[in-house]
């Protein structure tokens, strides 16, 4: 394979190549066989719904580990390593099915707009416990959340100096 590749030194005949595509070689490194059989499933899961936030834990979607490999990928990108395996090729293709490389910021955003759109509707931030908006983001439990970790008794959460002030501009009642 990695001879046909041109990734290492060595010579294939045509004739050997014939040979081995007789017998159903597969040039691809199992890596790559690999990549597009994960990649596939999370396409499908993306298609079912409507992003790539795949709980670590979720061990058979679609035949394969999804959630662990989706949580691998992040940790690849965060640190800058496999860059062999993670392409900025397939950087773009997972980013063109909805990946969400950093999950923390991503969430953090999702429910600073629905508090900025509650906000703008009710004039404040005095949100039920119990409230989902519309698109089933549950606001009130979050608003919760984000109250005990700014009194320290939920460490779920961090809020940092940035995110206080921001839910400070839209009203927030601590």
């Excluded at 059989?37 to 999370?42: E, I, V």
């Excluded at 670590?56 to 940790?75: E, K, M, P, T």
């Excluded at 404040?124 to 009130?140: E, I, R």
Aim: aromatic content about 12%.
């Amino acid at each position: 394979r990695l001879v046909h590749a041109g990734k290492t030194g060595g010579k294939l005949s045509d004739a050997q190549i014939q040979k081995l595509d007789a017998i159903g070689m597969r040039w691809d490194s199992a890596r790559d066989v690999a990549w597009e059989r994960y990649y596939a499933a999370a396409k499908a899961y993306f298609e079912e719904h409507g992003d790539l936030l795949v709980n670590a834990g979720d061990n058979n979607y679609h035949g394969v580990s999804l959630g662990r490999w989706i949580a691998q990928l992040r940790g690849y990108r965060k640190n800058g390593i496999q860059s062999a395996f993670l392409t900025e090729q397939r950087i773009q293709a997972l980013d063109a099915i909805g990946m969400v490389w950093d999950v923390f910021d991503y969430l953090w955003l999702r429910y600073y707009t629905a508090c900025a759109e509650y906000s703008r509707e009710h004039g404040n931030l005095d949100v039920p416990l119990n409230f989902v908006s519309a698109d089933g983001t549950k606001l009130g439990q979050w608003i919760n959340n984000i109250r005990n970790a700014r009194k320290r008794t939920d460490t779920t959460y961090r809020l940092l100096p940035e995110q206080i002030q921001a839910l400070d501009a839209l009203g927030m009642l601590w």
